[in-house]
């Protein structure tokens, strides 16, 4: 059963134009969601996050929207550049996890951004 | 910062083999998790430690997996024997306390085992 899931594998943008990436969860424990950024042969880096106390969360051309009644949070770039193309990772922890720091991975979206 | 070293960065080797992965996570961070990636199955948590003692191993695999954290500076991740199926790349992530949600995680290493 995944908890988080991207359902879009694969995202095309040009240059200056909004990136949306979309990640849905069926867990309605969970309480905080993060974003994470994975170029080729590094590891995951930390993009953005949200608490479920808010609605949105913004970081430079970066913000996430999160929509409690229907389970659903997406990450908006805004203008895009081609160094955003990476593979983007929805995140998530269940209620009282902050002690334990388990973390819900979705499968992830290759954003690819074209000059 | 240095950040979270792992190591080897890649690793082959045949079916049988002990396969042992190190990560030094970094300095003053008292939580570490190791994950593996694979096309299947994404990023999936195996194993994660709170102050060098494992919390919830319910991730790994099987029996050939295990994995030790005899400090804070430094925690292994070992197949033994290895198999076919194990090839994948694997990170370790850290944190930096249990008020925080957020995991930083090294370059990974990829194991192919033949």
């Known amino acids: 059963d995944q908890q988080v899931k991207q359902n879009s594998p694969s995202l095309s943008v040009q240059e200056g134009r909004i990136s949306i990436l979309n990640c849905d969860y069926t867990?309605?424990?969970?309480?905080?969601f993060l974003w994470y950024k994975k170029y080729p042969a590094e590891g995951p880096t930390f993009l953005i996050s949200i608490s479920s106390i808010k609605d949105k969360n913004e970081d430079g051309r970066f913000t996430v929207f999160l929509n409690k009644s229907a389970k659903h949070l997406s990450l908006h770039i805004v203008p895009s550049q081609p160094g955003d193309s990476a593979v983007y990772f929805c995140a998530a922890s269940r209620d009282g996890s902050s002690n334990t720091g388990k973390l819900i991975f979705g499968q992830g979206t290759t954003l690819q951004v074209k000059p | 910062d240095a950040g979270v070293i792992q190591s080897p960065r890649h690793e082959v080797t045949e079916m049988g083999q002990e396969v042992t992965l190190r990560c030094k996570p970094i300095s003053g961070h008292n939580s570490l998790f190791w994950y593996r990636q694979t096309m299947m199955r994404g990023l999936e948590l195996l194993i994660y430690f709170n102050n060098n003692v494992p919390i919830d191993d319910s991730g790994m695999p099987e029996d050939r997996f295990s994995a030790k954290m005899p400090n804070a500076s430094f925690s292994t991740l070992k197949i033994q024997p290895s198999e076919p199926r194990d090839s994948a790349v694997y990170f370790c992530?850290?944190?930096?306390?249990?008020?925080?949600?957020?995991?930083?995680f090294g370059p990974g290493t990829r194991l192919t085992v033949l």
């Open positions: 867990n309605s424990m969970f309480d905080y």
């Open positions: 992530a850290s944190r930096l306390s249990d008020r925080t949600d957020t995991q930083y």
